[in-house]
């Protein structure tokens, strides 16, 4: 099996049985703020894209790249496609041409032509992804892999009843807002980060000793950010507290823990994997050093991008669209619907509109408990988005119903909020769309309704063995110290003594002291 880098969570997957290319991206995604490092604009694509299979993990654009699907990526090629609640992603790539698809069942092995085996376990909650995320499970003659790539399954356990695997690709590095754009003290935030960090590593460490295969391979991140606006979030400045580390530094942490079977795929690597070995060369003479260069890098990827988003930004502005009522018209209606998620946010959110000026301000309030959009009342709101009037123009203008997977990740705004992060704020806005919502709602609904019965003991306390979060089993994620629980799947905490959740609202947890 010939695994071929061709940047972030993309790779070019060879056997003599057929070829699969994996999330292509090399456009600018979220308002061109997120670029993939290193550069993989100039490999050969026309040869990369001539391929028997494509496999897009979901929907996110740093993994869906219309633009680089649409031009080089064969059309003959056959679609490996999640198990989804949604056709979004069947409808989109449908849209750019693709005719053949295999509708693979979660979990569930496929036989492929040739010999070649492949499963995909789909996760399918509100918080995966824009509503779901994958991984992708492959075999051929005995050698396996699992591209995991930013999916955060509960467990592993159905990968390691395959048998063995020989390489393991997965997620270490950030791909989120918090807590950069959040208006805290730099001390603060700093602080913040450097948990969330830890707790990235932490999370990959914990995934590679579940699965404990012959090599791993860290991909899916880090962006960069090319943008001047955005430059300070590219960890180039030594801050402990940057949560977008590269793959240099995750093969130091990654050392400190023992791992010694830790792979780099650059942008044209290629890894041949045998059952017995892993052999890999590289487009640069030592990789180290490549990292070590990284800000020079950076800089020279920066000029050549710099017309392509001064380009997008003259798309952004529509100042014929009347935000205000616009929001309103695509917005009160979802709110009428929704029941858990405006229950869930419990208040209004404001949102600070920037003119074109730079200084003139619209203030707007989505009121969940009034189920209306209104202009902004002076009133106290529990969470504040600050951002450029452009930005929302144009994702009224094109239609986006997903604005945590467009607005939010691009880091271009800023946010403030009174007490507990709200899961239910970003699962509202992920969500401008009747087959969303109604999803969405049912899922919480159905959760709410088949609640965890099983205990288990944890140190001192027994406790519900499913997370209130997303059900990860706790006798594997959960680590007690003292009167708190810390869930390592995505780093919620529990005060066990109340049952409450210290992380977000709205997620009470089971349990007692084991002596009562």
Known sequence: MRVTGTGHASMRIDTPAGSILCDPWVNPAYFASWFPFPDNSQLDWDHLGQVDYLYVSHLHRDHFDAEQLKRFVSKKATVLLPEYPTSELEDQLRDLGFTSFIATKTNEVVELDGGLNIMIQALTSPTDGPIGDSSLWVEYDGVRLLNQNDARPTDLEIFTK???????????????WYPMVYEL???????FGKQKRDRQFDRTFRYIDDLKASYVFPIAGPPCFLDDELWQFNDIFGDEG???????VFMEEYGKVGGSNAVVLLPGSVSELTAGGCETTHPVPDVAEF???KEQHLR?????????????????????IDVLKEMKARIEPLLEESIYMATGVGGPVRIDLVGYDGESVESIVVD????????????????????????VEHLLHIGEVDWVNSLFLSCRFSAARIGQYNEFVYSFFKCLSEER?????????????NADKEDVK??????????????????????????????????????????????SVGHQIRAHRSAT
């Not at 940057?242 to 240099?248: A, E, K, L, V, Y």
């Not at 017309?307 to 100042?319: D, G, Q, S």
């Not at 959009?373 to 450029?388: A, L, M, S």
């Open 162 to 176: 395959l048998g063995h695997v020989h390489a393991h690709m997965l997620q270490f590095s950030g791909a989120i």
């Open 291 to 293: 990292f070590a260069n």
């Open 185 to 191: 003290p730099q001390a603060a935030k700093t602080a």
């Open 242 to 248: 940057n949560i977008f580390p590269d793959q240099q």
């Open 458 to 503: 944890l140190g001192d306390w027994v406790v519900q063995r499913r997370c209130p979060h997303l059900k990860a089993d706790l006798t594997r994620f959960g680590i007690v110290e003292g009167n708190q629980l810390t869930c390592q799947l995505h780093g919620w905490k529990f005060d066990l003594a109340s049952g409450r959740c210290l992380t």
């Open 368 to 391: 969940f408990p009034g189920k209306q959009v209104r202009p902004y009342g002076d009133e106290k709101v529990r969470y504040r988005f600050r951002t450029e009037r452009a930005l």
């Open 300 to 320: 020279e990827y920066q000029e050549r991008k710099r017309p392509v988003i001064e380009a997008a930004k003259l798309t952004w502005r529509h100042p014929e």
């Open 437 to 449: 919502l109604q999803y969405t709602e049912g899922w919480y609904d159905e959760h709410q309704k």
